[in-house]
């Protein structure tokens, strides 16, 4: 049974500079999430895809952050220009969306750990 | 907007003892709750899940009823283990949204 995936699970960055991420979802799930967690906190949602389309973002999603999911598998998160502030772990998560209503289980990854230094 | 308040941790009990962790919620509609439970060195995964009023969620023993009238989802189990030691979230989902609400989480410990 192959999970949900991230990479790198660490990533050591300094301010300024740009970072992607990497998450594979389980193969058949049409829907994708991205979510960060910060210490202490619980996650928050940063963005979601159903196929290729990205559906809905939060305003926590700034100008200096982009997804994709350009073939409708894997996804991308890139973060410009970092800032000290983006330090957190984010978490990838997929579901196979089958209704309107959403209550299918979303499955999370193991996280990117990002630091900025 | 959506919100979950979690019980403050850290809990600490000792093992075959009885668990609460308190959850409340602030939704408009009618969301369907969950609970996440987040192993040590592990990612986060479905414990149990509620998607309508008086619905009760169970899995391993816990379990935890969805009540509308109090906005209220408490997990609750009978005899906990060393092995539940873990972190706990709390989480809704309205309708019409594909976010998950997380509360804070709660860290729960189990001693021998």
């Known amino acids: 049974d192959t999970g949900v995936s991230q990479n790198p699970r660490h990533k050591i960055t300094k301010r300024g500079q740009n970072v992607t991420f990497r998450c594979d979802p389980i193969s058949e799930h049409n829907r994708l999430y991205w979510y960060r967690q910060t210490l202490g906190q619980g996650p928050e949602f940063l963005t979601y895809f159903q196929n290729e389309a990205q559906l809905e973002k939060s305003r926590l999603l700034s100008d200096r952050f982009s997804a994709e999911r350009p073939k409708g598998s894997f996804s991308t998160l890139e973060i410009q220009r970092t800032e000290q502030g983006d330090s957190a772990m984010y978490l990838c998560a997929s579901s196979l969306g089958t209704g309107v209503r959403s209550t299918d289980t979303q499955y999370f990854g193991p996280g990117t750990r990002l630091t900025v230094l | 907007g959506d919100s979950v308040t979690q019980m403050e941790g850290p809990v600490t009990l000792s093992e075959e003892a009885f668990l609460t962790i308190n959850c409340t919620y602030t939704?408009?509609?009618?969301?369907?709750l969950f609970w996440y439970v987040q192993y040590p060195g592990e990612g986060l995964q479905l414990l149990l899940k509620a998607t309508k009023a008086d619905d009760k969620g169970s899995n391993k023993g816990f379990e935890a009823t969805y009540r509308k009238e109090t906005t209220s989802f408490h997990l609750e189990k009978g005899s906990v283990q060393v092995s539940d030691s873990a972190v706990y979230f709390c989480a809704l989902i309205q309708g019409g949204s594909e976010k998950l609400v997380f509360g804070k989480g709660t860290k729960l410990t189990v001693n021998p």
């Open positions: 939704a408009t509609g009618y969301p369907s």
